[in-house]
């Protein structure tokens, strides 16, 4: 990239630099600290970065193009110039009617793509009258018990306009279904169905713990849905491998972007096994990542990992074609930066995070409400966030030329060195048989649980400064709106479930989980029995209730 006699000039400069200019001052001075790092057990930073720092660099070969291999600058040859990324804000709360209202406020104030957030006891695949639900129906996100419920939020929203992102794991199969299920009745093409499940069962067992199943049947299920989608519904991505939640219980930026490709290796290999063609399911796998508050590690996180899933789906896999090797993303705002202290700081740390992601390409972002750290975001609040996207769409200037930060010194170095630690935490799994050994063995869980361990530390130390949590803080009683679940919303919710069950035909309710669990006791793809149960009305807690006597429940610590 540079002539070898320029870089020894450049090396020569820098050294004098430092001995004219930077010691006197440092002996004078000092600087903030010794040691300067991305974050918690992230990346030395120098203190100044030249073409040196950059020298090896071939363009071709570890950037290329946008749009052109290894993918280092993007997947799309215009960027954002021709499409904006999708503004897909993460909503549900309470009943199905009141999430319907709220998904119809967001299109109208100008999102662009629908996120669904699922309560926990639809998570953990459990109707709302179960007595593990109790205390917990509408918290977290919206309750859905039955097709009724699917059939409600999208009242009023015709499926093949939207796009539509699920948050669901354990009982993926089963949401999806719904969301199949209800295109038909509209009248939509399955072609055209658009949108993402989580469906990323590993995750779970490393950091979120919204597990049924043990592994084995997971990730038969997985693979079902895999070649189901594939030949239905070719627009709708059956996956998306989530770094997020593996981030947010404490990793590193380099810890997150290896597990999380780990991951990835896993579910292609498992559907390879299967029986499937790599080029008929990797289209449509897709990724979440965490937008953390250090702009240019995040940056480099991205970028590092379109190159690094390139070359792994490349070498290890050999696909024809090339979509097969890109590497599609959705971020979301970083929630555990979230504080509750000087709230109105969230704002500021949210629009950072934002503008990481799309510096970074990111093809779809959620930022996140102020009040976050408090309860599920107002309406205020979830308009603030909404606003930030389109601000630092339409007026920052960073979405009109793509990968602006491509050819920093620092920004290719940080590139390279969080690739590189990636792939030696990558190959330490590799030695450990692969994510499925590693997690057995919990040492993925500890990875993450040390570097938690130490940015806590780190906090309460001083070490590492929290605006308004460990210095400048201030005596705040604040005042504001928070979303609040009721009883009477939790009643209202455990009555349309009787209603339902009352009215629906109980004989084909029956024939359907039967012919479901004779599926599952066969080797036969499950979706189209969930899709045929979740047609009759057969209730989430029923459908997964079938898999749980077939398959058994993960206890943690248990062997996988």
Not at 116 to 145: C, H, N, R, W
Not at 335 to 349: D, F, H, K, Y
Not at 443 to 450: A, E, F, M, N
Request: net charge negative; proline share 4%.
């Amino acid at each position: 990239m540079f002539d070898p006699d320029d870089l020894e000039e450049i090396r020569a400069s820098k050294e004098e630099w430092h001995e004219e200019e930077v010691e006197p001052v440092l002996e004078r001075f000092g600087e903030r600290k010794e040691t300067f790092t991305t974050d918690t057990g992230g990346q030395e930073v120098d203190r100044l970065y030249t073409p040196d720092d950059v020298g090896d660099i071939d363009y071709q070969e570890d950037l290329g193009n946008p749009g052109e291999p290894p993918y280092t600058r993007g997947v799309y040859s215009t960027g954002y110039r021709g499409r904006l990324w999708t503004m897909r804000q993460y909503a549900g709360f309470s009943t199905p009617e009141d999430t319907n209202e709220r998904y119809h406020y967001l299109l109208d104030q100008g999102q662009t793509g629908l996120s669904m957030a699922f309560d926990l006891p639809t998570q953990m695949g459990y109707d709302s009258d179960a007595a593990m639900a109790a205390g917990e129906i509408g918290k977290a996100g919206v309750a859905i018990d039955s097709l009724d419920d699917m059939e409600t939020v999208f009242d009023g929203i015709p499926l093949d306009e939207v796009s539509t992102s699920m948050t669901i794991n354990a009982p993926a199969s089963v949401l999806l279904a719904m969301y199949i299920a209800v295109g038909d009745q509209q009248g939509v093409d399955r072609e055209e169905l658009r949108g993402t499940i989580q469906n990323d069962l590993l995750k779970e067992y490393i950091a979120r713990n919204t597990y049924i199943y043990p592994p084995e049947p997971s990730m038969r299920i997985i693979t079902d849905i895999f070649e189901f989608c594939a030949e239905e519904t070719p627009k709708f991505n059956t996956i998306s491998i989530s770094g997020y939640h593996i981030r947010e219980a404490g990793s590193t930026a380099a810890q997150e972007l290896a597990f999380t490709l780990g991951n990835g290796i896993e579910y292609v290999e498992t559907a390879i096994d299967a029986g499937l063609d790599v080029d008929e399911f990797a289209p449509q796998l897709s990724f979440f990542f965490n937008g953390h508050n250090n702009i240019f590690e995040e940056v480099a996180k991205f970028r590092a990992a379109r190159r690094m899933w390139h070359d792994i789906i490349d070498e290890r896999f050999d696909p024809d074609d090339p979509k097969s090797k890109q590497l599609k993303f959705h971020t979301q705002t970083a929630g555990s930066m979230l504080t509750a202290q000087q709230i109105e700081n969230n704002v500021v740390r949210v629009a950072y995070q934002a503008l990481a992601a799309v510096l970074g390409g990111t093809q779809s972002l959620h930022t996140n409400g102020k009040d976050e750290a408090l309860a599920l975001p107002t309406e205020e609040s979830v308009r603030t966030a909404l606003r930030t996207q389109q601000v630092l769409a339409h007026e920052s200037g960073a979405a009109d030329t793509i990968d602006p930060l491509a050819g920093s010194y620092y920004v290719e170095s940080l590139t390279d060195q969080v690739e590189e630690e990636a792939y030696e935490i990558l190959d330490e799994v590799e030695d450990r048989g692969g994510m499925l050994e590693a997690v057995e063995q919990q040492w993925v869980q500890r990875q993450i649980q040390d570097t938690a361990f130490d940015r806590q530390k780190e906090i309460e130390e001083k070490e590492r400064i929290i605006v308004g949590v460990n210095e400048f803080e201030v005596d705040e009683d604040p005042e504001m709106d928070v979303q609040e679940i009721t009883e009477e919303d939790q009643q209202r919710q455990i009555d349309s479930l009787e209603e339902t069950r009352d009215e629906r035909d109980a004989e084909a309710v029956d024939a359907a989980l039967e012919a479901l669990r004779d599926a599952a006791q066969s080797d036969q793809n499950l979706m189209p029995y969930i899709i045929d149960a979740v047609k009759a009305y057969a209730t989430v807690g029923e459908i997964c209730n079938v898999m749980r006597d077939e398959f058994g429940e993960y206890q943690p610590g248990s062997a996988v």
